[in-house]
């Protein structure tokens, strides 16, 4: 995999871009004045990344994500992971027939659903899962592979399927191992 280097990321044109960021050079960049990348995150091969969108520190987008934040945004807590596949939108078109869809239609003729996607920190999503507009994923949560999140979930949940349910409590154990691997990490400075 290949990333693009510091100057290249800076020439890209971010809203703001923080230390130690890969991203590699096959991923597809929109409008990225509108887009904020923190600490030490990385987005990998094949993914999609536009409109408002924000990434916070120690984030992972690994290959064939999709991020599309339209005008509402998407924001992304510190130490979250978006397995393979992951799809979030922060809008939609209306699919109930109500309205004309797709992007080529002028908005007159359209009625589209939007909402902000907000995933809270420490969170991972499984391979090949759909966050819907609107929707918040609660701090610690794991989205299980293949699910469809259209409700806002709770914190330090298991949660899974179409759509999905929460299915037992998650540990806490990452609570203090981010403030071990924290103060660990003050001495290199990665903040």
């Not at 984030?59 to 130490?79: N, R, V, Y």
């Amino acid at each position: 995999m290949g990333y693009f280097s510091e100057t290249e990321l800076r020439g890209l044109g971010f809203k703001s871009l923080g230390r130690g960021v890969k991203i590699s050079t096959r991923c597809a960049i929109y409008d990225a004045e509108k887009i904020s990348i923190g600490h030490f995150s990385r987005v990998d091969d094949f993914c999609i990344l536009s409109g408002n969108l924000s990434l916070g520190n120690y984030c992972h987008i690994t290959p064939q994500c999709l991020l599309a934040g339209g005008e509402p945004g998407i924001k992304i807590e510190d130490f979250c992971t978006l397995a393979y596949g992951v799809r979030a939108f922060a809008q939609s078109d209306d699919y109930t027939g109500a309205s004309m869809t797709n992007s080529l239609i002028p908005k007159k003729f359209k009625k589209e659903i939007f909402g902000r996607v907000h995933i809270q920190s420490q969170s991972i999503i499984g391979a090949g899962s759909c966050v819907l507009p609107g929707v918040t994923i609660a701090e610690g949560c794991a989205v299980g592979a293949m699910s469809l999140v259209i409700d806002n979930t709770e914190p330090w949940g298991i949660y899974f399927g179409i759509p999905v349910k929460r299915m037992r409590d998650r540990l806490q154990t990452a609570r203090s191992l981010k403030m071990e691997f924290l103060s660990e990490s003050v001495s290199d400075d990665p903040l």
